[in-house]
């Protein structure tokens, strides 16, 4: 099966860095992507690494190490709009996984002021 | 605008009650697929579908039928819905299956059988 853990629940201050961990161990792998959701709306797309290192997109990064099955998102100068939960899913690359997305259950970040 | 619609948004039904929720995009995307979303659970896979007439199971098929006889629309259909269908739905879409080709996600339909 398909198994990716994120911590179920983090905060933080205004104005401070985060790191979302996400661990995974699938039948294969063809990238990892981030979403953030906002409580009742749909998951929107932030970042997406196939090879390893660190992506970075202004005050988002997201780091990948396949030998580790491991990911991480780092968000930068929080604000308070960050609030949100943050998921981390991996895309299947043969057979019955090609193409499909397996998802963590989800980080919930709360951002104090 | 490239969006992904569903309707119903929202949904109050009892048990039994044949209902659709549609899903429908203007990417021109080959790949869609349905997800349910419980507390506690994360998204869960319901059915995709990689192409016209293309339909395969996900994690989550049970009670659940689907259909896809245009590329741009992708019906999610519960014969004889029962409250542990109560969920939030998701359909989203995608312009393939490798590379940066992330997934648009539909507003959500929230549906609640009684």
């Known amino acids: 099966g398909q198994n990716i853990d994120q911590p179920t629940e983090m905060t933080a201050t205004e104005g401070a860095i985060v790191q979302i961990n996400c661990t995974y161990q699938t039948s294969g792998f063809n990238g990892l992507f981030w979403y953030q959701q906002h409580a009742g709306e749909a998951p929107t797309f932030l970042s997406y690494?196939?090879?390893?290192g660190l992506e970075e997109k202004g005050r988002f990064s997201s780091f990948l190490s396949r030998s580790k099955g491991y990911s991480y998102l780092l968000l930068k100068e929080l604000q308070m709009k960050d609030s949100a939960s943050y998921l981390c899913a991996v895309r299947g690359d043969r057979g019955s996984t090609l193409g499909r997305l397996y998802f963590g259950r989800g980080t919930q970040l709360t951002v104090w002021p | 605008e490239a969006q992904v619609t569903q309707n119903p948004r929202y949904l109050i039904t009892v048990t039994g009650k044949k209902l659709t929720v549609t899903c429908s995009q203007n990417m021109n995307h080959e790949y869609m697929s349905w997800y349910r979303q419980d507390p506690g659970l994360g998204l869960r896979q319901i059915y995709y579908s990689m192409n016209v007439e293309v339909t395969d199971k996900g994690d989550v098929p049970e009670g659940y039928k689907v259909s896809r006889k245009e590329k741009r629309n992708f019906p999610l259909i519960l014969e004889s819905p029962s409250p542990n269908q109560t969920s939030l739905y998701f359909c989203?879409?995608?312009?393939?299956?490798?590379?940066?080709?992330?997934?648009?996600f539909g507003p959500g339909t929230r549906l609640t059988v009684l």
């Open positions: 690494n196939v090879l390893d």
């Open positions: 989203a879409s995608s312009p393939g299956l490798a590379g940066m080709n992330e997934q648009f």
